[in-house]
């Protein structure tokens, strides 16, 4: 892994502890930890595990917006997703997210 790789990883766990003391009093957000393992897992090159956490991501949003099925934070899980499988070269399925 690239210095600028683990950069990328160690920012994501620092912002995954803040958020998540930011949200303790708010269980509404349990979708901050799988977006930010899946960015882990995207910057580390485990694709497979950055789509499961994306798409676990994307349904409790999904839930979370019911009432508002355009809402950015489900743009970005579906933008996310399209990150993941453009990188295992699934080109189709990065066009579908």
Known sequence: MEASEIGTVTAN???LKIEQ????????HPDI??????SAC???GEY??????YSNALE?????????????????SYNNLG???H????YDLAIEH
């Not at 497979?48 to 956490?53: F, K, N, V």
């Not at 917006?65 to 743009?75: G, L, Q, R, T």
């Not at 990188?87 to 699934?90: D, F, L, M, P, T």
């Open 13 to 15: 766990k620092q912002a």
């Open 21 to 28: 003391v930011d949200y303790k009093s708010s269980p509404n």
């Open 33 to 38: 930890i799988s977006s930010y393992a899946g």
């Open 42 to 44: 995207y910057e580390k």
């Open 48 to 53: 497979d595990l950055a789509i499961e956490h």
């Open 60 to 76: 409790i949003k999904k839930k979370a917006y019911e009432k508002s099925p355009n809402h950015p934070d489900i743009a970005a």
């Open 83 to 85: 990150f993941a499988y």
């Open 87 to 90: 990188k295992k070269g699934e």
